[in-house]
């Protein structure tokens, strides 16, 4: 069975940093994309950061030079490192988990609330 575990949110003041994590079970291997969602009060969900299984990243221009995804292979966990933090950063973030094979799923974590507030 997959489940994806999400930790690592919290409060934090403008200008600083929070990591995210996402450690993933039943399959972290045979997901061949995996990535971060957002979702800020009374918007929609928004994808900004993915990663592949073989390690290429792509990010949203709005987060570019700020946050990093990358993996720890070792560990089934892909992390999101966000640097100097803005408020309107604050939202639930999601993890997210792709799988072609046996069919194509897609597979969410619980959600994290990162708030940014001074």
């Known amino acids: 069975q997959v489940q994806l575990v999400e930790s690592g949110g919290g409060l934090v003041q403008p200008g600083g940093s929070l990591r995210l994590s996402c450690a993933a079970s039943?399959?972290?291997?045979?997901?061949?994309?995996m990535g971060w969602y957002r979702q800020a009060p009374g918007q929609q969900r928004e994808l900004f950061a993915t990663?592949?299984?073989?390690?290429?990243?792509n990010y949203a221009d709005s987060i570019k030079g700020r946050f990093t995804i990358f993996r720890d292979n070792a560990k089934r966990t892909i992390y999101l490192q966000m640097n100097s933090l803005k408020t309107e950063n604050t939202a639930v973030y999601y993890c997210?988990?792709?799988?072609?094979?046996?069919?194509?799923?897609?597979?969410w974590g619980q959600g994290t609330q990162v708030t940014v507030s001074a």
């Open positions: 039943g399959g972290f291997f045979t997901f061949y994309l």
């Open positions: 990663i592949t299984s073989g390690g290429n990243t």
């Open positions: 997210n988990a792709r799988r072609a094979y046996p069919a194509q799923n897609d597979y």
